[in-house]
Every structure is written in C-alpha cells, then in structure tokens.
C-alpha cells in the first residue's frame, strides 16, 4: 500500500516531537497538550494539531495527548521500532567521531560496518568496528541488503561510492561530502554541509 502524501517539512518535524516527548516521559509526565508542545518547540499549537491531522486522531479535546501513546505512535510512523543497519564510508575524523558517537544505537541506528582506503586506518578497531578497505565494500555490503549509508568521503570520491552503495541495495544516504549525489528515484538522499548552514547564520549576524 502507498504511503500518503505528507509534506515534507511535516516529516522533518516529527523527530523533534518525538525528542520532546522522549524527555517529556523521562520527567513522568503522562499527557500534554498542543499548547504545552508548541510553547516548549516553538511552533503553534495550531501547527502541531495539523501535523498529527495527516496521521490520524491522537487525543481528545481538552484532555491533549497521552504521552507514552503519542511517542510510541510516532516512532510507529517514522519506523523507529526497529533497529537499522548502517553502513559508514570514510573513516577520517568526522566518521570516527559517528562510530564513537552511542546517541545513534540509542536510538536505533547500528553501525554494522566501516570502510576506508587510508592504510593507516583501514584494519583498526574503532568503537567495535573492524574498518575495512573500501575495495572490499561491494563484497561485505551486496549480501547483507544493508538499508542506511553515512557518506564523509573526500568530494572526488563521493558519487562513486554512492553508486556502488545503491547497487549493493541501499535505500538512503546521508551524504556529509559537499557534493549533490545523483541518485535514482528510489533512493532517498539528506545532505549535511556544516559550511553552509554556517554561511547562512552568518546572514542573521
């Protein structure tokens, strides 16, 4: 069955719900209201009201919403009650920094497998993770079907590797190069670029 067509931007918003709601159960609160998620987002609460419109009703007028019930709905809709395979290439600084980094598995992102072509890199254990030359990548990823790339590869090499990722089965990239991947239809791309979300604050400065 099709998905629905929900904007985007709806989308993107729901993960930060979700992080509040996260903390909103940590503190023991079991409801909240439109009002109360919007004054700790910053958003209206006519807007959060919309955006669960498009997934269906999720509480009642003048009662808001069950906490534990809203969270587990959405992490539902954005199919987080799972855990996802991942696949790292490029090992450098920032990767390192991503296979350290225990807020992805607590949220239900494993990184399974590791690549680079650095021989200073490749063969070490970083976080339980054996790097492997990039060379070996097709062989290691094809059979497993993983589902998730994290690209911090060098520019050159980013639209290369993308397309031998897509033809080993992986549905979506999140491409830390600063260059825009061509890639089908199918493939779901996000683009991360520090530089330039930094040249556009410093509009605002």
Request: glycine residues 8%; hydrophobic residues 40%; proline residues 5%.
């Amino acid at each position: 069955m099709e998905k629905p067509s929900i904007p985007e931007v709806v989308i993107a918003r729901l993960p930060v719900y979700i992080q509040k709601l996260n903390q909103l159960v940590r503190e023991g609160q079991e409801s909240v209201s439109s009002r109360e998620l919007a004054d700790h987002l910053g958003v209206t609460s006519a807007q959060i009201r919309k955006d669960l419109s498009f997934f269906g009703g999720f509480g009642k007028q003048g009662t808001g919403y069950n906490t534990i019930t809203l969270l587990e709905s959405l992490r539902g809709i954005l199919n987080l009650n799972q855990i996802w395979e991942v696949v790292l290439v490029g090992v450098g600084h920032l990767g390192q920094a991503l296979l350290s980094y225990q807020g992805l598995s607590r949220q239900g992102f494993e990184i399974v497998a590791a690549f680079d072509n650095d021989p200073k890199i490749v063969g070490k254990t970083i976080a339980g993770i054996r790097v492997l030359d990039v060379n070996e990548m097709q062989e290691n990823v094809c059979p497993r079907r993983i589902p998730i790339a994290i690209l911090t590869v060098p520019a050159g090499n980013a639209q290369d590797i993308a397309n031998q990722l897509i033809r080993c089965g992986v549905k979506a990239i999140l491409n830390y190069t600063p260059v825009t991947l061509k890639v089908p239809e199918s493939v779901r791309l996000a683009n991360i670029d520090p530089v330039l979300s930094l040249q556009t604050i410093t509009y605002y400065l």
